[in-house]
C-alpha cells in the first residue's frame, strides 16, 4: 500500500506540478495517522527523491534558468535550515497544534493559488515586453519560503510560482523548471538538517521512494500529453479541503489545552 501511495503521489505531481510535501505530508497524517513530526520530516525526503527524478527532465527540456536559480537559492538554502532548525525545537517542545495550524495555513494558500490562477490565468506579456528582474527581491522572498519549507515540507511550489511570476519574464514552462529545481535543493538540505536527531520512519521513506521513482518517471513521461488542468483543480480543492481540517485540529487541540490549563488552575486554587 506504501508502495502504491508513493507512486500515485508522483503521478500527480508530475501531471499537474502541485508540490509534492503539500500532498505527502497530509495523506501521511490523516490516512495513515503518521505523527506530524515523523510525517513532514518523512515528506520532504521524499519530495527529494520525486524532484531528484522529475528535475532531469527538466533540465534536458531546457526548462531552467540558472542565474535565476542562483538568486533563489541564495536565500531559500539559509531559510530552509532556519525553518528546519525551528521544527526540531517546536516539536520537541512547543504545543503540536501550531505545527498543525502552520501546516494547514500552507496548504490552504497553496491549494487557494492553484485554484485562483485556475479561474484567473496570469496575463501573457505583449510580444517584446518582458518583467524586470529584481534579483535582489527574489534573493530576499526565497528567505521565509525556504524558512517554511523546513518548518513544514510544503509550499515551495505555489509561493515560488507567485514570486517567479511577479519578479521576472520566465516563461510558463522555465517557472515550473526553475522553481522545481529550486524545490530540489531547498527539500535535500531540508532532509539532510532533519536527518540530524530527526525523528524519520525510514521502512515507510523506503516504500514511498520506490514508488515515487516509477511514478516520477511515468507521468513525467505522461505528462505533455496529458491536460492538466482540470485535474489540478479537483486536486486542489480536495487539499484546500485538508487544510482547513488541519486549522480545525489546531484550534480544537489549542481549546483542549486551554480547558486543561483553566482546570490545572482552579485545582491549584
Not at 30 to 45: G, N, R
Not at 254 to 266: C, D, F, N, Q, V
Request: hydrophobic content about 55%; proline content about 4%.
Amino acid at each position: 500500500m506504501d508502495v502504491l501511495i508513493g507512486f500515485g503521489i508522483a503521478v500527480v505531481i508530475a501531471l499537474t506540478g502541485v508540490g509534492a510535501g503539500v500532498i505527502t505530508a497530509p495523506l501521511l497524517i490523516l490516512f495513515m495517522h503518521v505523527p506530524i513530526e515523523i510525517a513532514v520530516s518523512t515528506a520532504l525526503a521524499y519530495s527529494a527523491v520525486v524532484k531528484l527524478i522529475i528535475v532531469p527532465v527538466q533540465i534536458w527540456r531546457r526548462q531552467v534558468v540558472y542565474r535565476v536559480l542562483g538568486y533563489m537559492l541564495l536565500g531559500g538554502l539559509p531559510g530552509v535550515i532556519i525553518g528546519s532548525l525551528l521544527f526540531k525545537h517546536v516539536a520537541q517542545h512547543g504545543p503540536r497544534s501550531i505545527l498543525f495550524a502552520f501546516l494547514g495555513a500552507i496548504i490552504i494558500f497553496s491549494a487557494g493559488w492553484h485554484i485562483y490562477r485556475h479561474f484567473f490565468p496570469a496575463p501573457a506579456l505583449a510580444s517584446g515586453q518582458q518583467r524586470k528582474e529584481r534579483p535582489k527581491w527574489i534573493t530576499a522572498i526565497m528567505l521565509p519560503i525556504g524558512a517554511e519549507v523546513g518548518f513544514s515540507s510544503s509550499g515551495a511550489g505555489a509561493l515560488g510560482t507567485v514570486a517567479l511570476l511577479s519578479l521576472t519574464s520566465l516563461t510558463a514552462s522555465q517557472v515550473v523548471g526553475t522553481d522545481l529545481t529550486f524545490g530540489l535543493g531547498i527539500a535535500m538540505t531540508g532532509t539532510a538538517v532533519h536527518a540530524v536527531g530527526g525523528a524519520y520512519d525510514v521502512a515507510l521513506l523506503w516504500k514511498l521512494a520506490l514508488g515515487g521513482v516509477l511514478g516520477g518517471i511515468l507521468g513525467s513521461t505522461a505528462a505533455p500529453r496529458i491536460p492538466n488542468r482540470h485535474l489540478r483543480l479537483a486536486l486542489s480543492l480536495w487539499l484546500f479541503a485538508i487544510g482547513v481540517e488541519f486549522c480545525y485540529q489546531a484550534m480544537h487541540g489549542a481549546a483542549r489545552l486551554a480547558a486543561l490549563g483553566s482546570l490545572s488552575t482552579s485545582l491549584l486554587r
